[in-house]
């Protein structure tokens, strides 16, 4: 019997639940096809009044239309129906504001779009202003439906997002020129390497010495194929990189040529220097020389094997058969 009492009265719970619902949307029904009209009519009325309440229709002022109709007493309590009546015209207004939003969002969106049209036909540019603008539409322009004021975009708003619009060009064409810049410095950059390692070979081949002076070798460093875009850079873009580079060189060689000068005073007194002498043998007598001090032995090892461009001891060597050949001293 309890069994039974529970499951019954469960049941009954759960049909007056269902008989709630069935009220609740009859109610909702006759709401949504008369307050629709009456909230259009309420709000257009506040907006001629230059009322900024959103406020729809009382309760009050629209029973008596609602009792015309059975599905009003669906629901038993006068709290309850006006309660749904507040909600379903909350939802509405949030509809509204919903609907309002896309609209000032499209009204947006076809005007940035007119500008588009404007700008690819080159009538609209980085420089434009407002007034420049407008003065510039004729009559036909003006009438295009996105240009147009409307209750979803004011003048003042029409000319924010002109403003905005031709930031967002010169965003773009400072961008553009950024990208420029960086593909124009990339390049010289590229350009500059390209030269340093046509100083590189000459100074491989001998033409280019750490005492080598602009003047000396302008005519041979002008026929390199990558003398020319450097000098475009700037006419003494092409000097400034060979001083740099032969001066770094140069500083190099003295400290390496004083070591080496030490050295080779040791290593003469066994080893005779002819004109005729390899540069194998030289260096052979260098390290024989050091051979007895493990740091001395190094430093003449690194500065042999140091070929950047060309090694301090090769450029020693050819020095003292200069010297040799013409009949002085090492």
């Not at 069935?22 to 230059?50: G, Y």
């Not at 629209?62 to 309590?77: G, P």
């Not at 403003?163 to 020129?177: S, T």
Request: proline share 2%.
């Amino acid at each position: 019997l309890a069994e039974y009492q529970t499951k019954r009265s469960n049941d009954l719970r759960e049909e007056k639940r269902k008989e709630r619902a069935r009220s609740k949307k009859a109610f909702q029904a006759l709401l949504t096809e008369v307050v629709p009209s009456i909230w259009t009519a309420a709000v257009s009325s506040l907006l001629s009044s230059s009322s900024s309440s959103s406020q729809g229709p009382r309760f009050d002022a629209i029973r008596d239309r609602l009792t015309q109709d059975d599905r009003f007493y669906a629901v038993d309590e006068e709290s309850t129906r006006e309660d749904l009546f507040y909600e379903f015209c909350d939802d509405l207004r949030k509809r509204d504001e919903r609907r309002k939003i896309s609209d000032r969002r499209d009204a947006k969106s076809n005007f940035l779009a007119y500008l588009k049209e404007r700008e690819e036909a080159q009538k609209v540019s980085v420089s434009s202003t407002w007034d420049g603008f407008v003065a510039s539409l004729t009559d036909g322009d003006k009438t295009d439906k996105r240009y147009s004021l409307s209750e979803h975009m004011t003048d003042s708003e029409r000319q924010l997002y002109f403003a905005d619009f031709i930031l967002d060009l010169q965003d773009q064409e400072e961008e553009r020129r950024r990208r420029i810049y960086e593909a124009r410095r990339k390049a010289e950059k590229a350009q500059r390497e390209e030269y340093r390692a046509a100083l590189r070979q000459l100074a491989v081949a001998g033409k280019i010495l750490p005492s080598t002076r602009w003047r000396n070798v302008e005519d041979v460093v002008g026929e390199e194929p990558s003398h020319r875009p450097v000098e475009e850079q700037g006419r003494e873009v092409p000097r400034e990189i060979f001083e740099d580079y032969v001066d770094d060189w140069n500083d190099e060689y003295r400290r390496d040529r004083s070591r080496l000068r030490d050295y080779w005073r040791n290593a003469k007194s066994k080893t005779e220097l002819t004109a005729q002498a390899q540069y194998e043998d030289f260096t052979k007598a260098l390290l024989d020389a050091v051979s007895e001090s493990s740091d001395s032995y190094s430093t003449v090892r690194r500065i042999i094997n140091r070929e950047e461009p060309v090694s301090s001891a090769k450029v020693y060597f050819d020095e003292l058969i200069l010297e040799v050949k013409d009949g002085g001293g090492g």
